[in-house]
């Protein structure tokens, strides 16, 4: 049996391994000296118990440290809707970690999934979801895209909006469906 943070550095591991989208994990495994079956066990949730060496190879490469990978210190808040999120972020520096319901938000994904965001991310990451701010001060959440060298951020009905229309300001780290 695990314990709650063993199983959140897991999850976290998985989180720091599917951001990187540049690379393919067999490539990743090869930048990473592990072996492709070990990261991809990793990742797809059949390796719950990766050794302390496998860790440290991919902190080692993330330029992070173990600890980085622990329990998150900051609390989740629910919001209802994407404005109530302007009240948790407002002058404050912490890490804010959000949850709601998706409700059409990301048109793939059912209704009932709750999405996990935080605003704390190192790089906008193409192909990743995020809460956006746009130019009318609406709050929106938008997918970062990259099409023929032109960056755009996409909407739910894939509407494309210019880059510098949008600010994001937290970066959708999870789901529960």
């Known amino acids: 049996m695990y314990t709650r943070g063993e199983v959140v550095i897991i999850e976290n591991l998985k989180r720091l391994l599917n951001r990187k989208s540049d690379r393919s994990l067999k490539q990743l ?3 990473m000296n592990i072996p492709y079956t070990t990261l991809h066990s990793v990742l797809s949730g059949k ?5 302390l060496d496998t860790i440290l190879k991919i902190c080692d490469f993330y330029k992070i440290d173990i600890a980085d990978l622990s329990n998150k210190k900051a609390k989740v808040h629910h919001v209802n809707n994407l404005s109530d999120i302007l009240i948790c972020t407002k002058g404050n520096n912490e890490e804010i970690l959000i949850s709601i319901k998706n409700e059409k938000l990301i ?3 059912p209704d009932n999934a709750i999405l996990f965001f935080s605003n704390k991310f190192d790089e906008v990451i193409v192909n990743n979801y995020y ?20 960056y755009s951020w996409v909407s739910g009905r894939n509407i494309s909006y210019n880059v510098s229309l949008s600010e994001p300001l937290m970066e959708l780290y999870n789901v529960r469906i």
């Open 107 to 109: 048109g793939f994904l």
């Open 47 to 51: 390796n719950t118990n990766p050794k």
């Open 131 to 150: 809460i956006v701010k746009i130019d009318n001060g609406v709050l929106a959440v938008r997918k970062y895209v990259c099409d023929d060298n032109i």
């Open 29 to 31: 495994a090869k930048d």
